[in-house]
Nanobody, 123 residues
């Protein structure tokens, strides 16, 4: 059974940076971050394959956010820079325990989810 625990959220001002971490127990391959703001659908943020050779970003975070992973520690990190108020959301870590060489940008590809960590960016 895979369990995911996120950490690192908080309240910051626009332009600041935050680092989110997700610690996984159990076997994981592709890992990703999604976010969900109140009243909105869950949206893709970033994903990384097991070998870190397939990395994908949503258009509105590309160049500001960086996803990475430590396979040995079974963790993934999301470095978020130049935060904007529209980045405010609950950020959720997701993982797949089936090996694929690629990674995916849609929620249904990931059977395992964390509970999320709140990120609030004020203007």
């Amino acid at each position: 059974q895979v369990q995911l625990v996120e950490s690192g959220g908080g309240a910051v001002q626009a332009g600041a940076a935050l680092r989110l971490s997700c610690a996984a127990s159990g076997r994981t391959y592709s890992m990703s971050w999604f976010r969900q703001a109140p009243g909105k659908a869950r949206e893709f943020v970033a994903a990384i394959s097991w070998a870190a050779d397939d990395i994908r970003y949503a258009d509105d975070v590309r160049g500001r956010f960086t996803i990475s992973r430590d396979v040995a520690k079974n963790t993934t990190t999301l470095e978020m820079n130049s935060l904007k108020p529209e980045d405010t959301a609950v950020y959720l870590c997701a993982a797949d325990s089936t090996y694929y060489s690629a990674t995916f940008t849609y929620p249904s590809a990931y059977p395992h989810w964390g509970r999320g960590t709140q990120v609030t960016v004020s203007s």
